[in-house]
């Protein structure tokens, strides 16, 4: 092998580096007047696709799984509906599949019943416990309509 620029005879390994925007295969010394060529940088590109992945998880969490809390209130709610459906609280838990005992808890809000219990709840009395919470979306939309002011601004000035 020879060095690409002064033909001298080069051993193993011949330096790459760019010269005038062309890389060449060059010798110790005339490896001085160019640029070293090396490998792309890989930790940093491997920093750059785990920033992705954590974006793309914060997104998915944030359109996927819209935050669902049992009201505080829950016991109240689900003591006053049965009330005005003339239930006693063993109606109720036979109509749900569950003892009394759990009926007694939840209305004294000892008890917090599980997401199935609680659809059961739903569904038999003919209410809502659970609140949707989406703050997120709440701040986009705020968001989309103070940047439309500025669109439409840039639009015009385009225009121009
Ligand atoms: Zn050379």
Redesign the pocket.
């Known amino acids: 092998m020879e ?1 690409e ?2 033909g ?1 005879a080069i051993s193993d390994h011949p330096k790459r580096v760019k010269i005038d925007g062309s890389i060449m295969a ?2 110790d ?2 490896a001085k007047f160019g640029r070293i060529q090396k490998e792309p940088p890989k930790p940093k590109f491997r920093k750059q696709n785990n920033k992705n992945k954590n974006t793309n998880k914060r997104q998915n969490r944030r359109n996927d799984e819209p935050q669902e809390e049992l009201i505080e209130n829950y016991n109240d709610i689900v003591r006053r509906k049965r009330e005005a459906k003339n239930w006693t609280r063993e109606q109720l838990g036979q109509k749900l599949n569950e003892k009394v005992s759990v009926i007694n808890r939840i209305e004294s809000g000892k008890m917090v019943p599980d997401t199935k219990l609680i659809k059961k709840l739903e569904k038999t009395l003919d209410i809502e416990l659970l609140e949707t919470y989406n703050t997120d979306d709440l701040k986009q939309y705020v968001g989309t309509s103070g940047s439309g002011v500025k669109l439409g601004s840039i639009v015009k000035i385009k225009r121009k």
Do not use: F, L, M, Q
Request: some cysteine; charged content about 25%.
């Open positions: 060095c620029i002064c001298k060059v010798c010394e005339c």
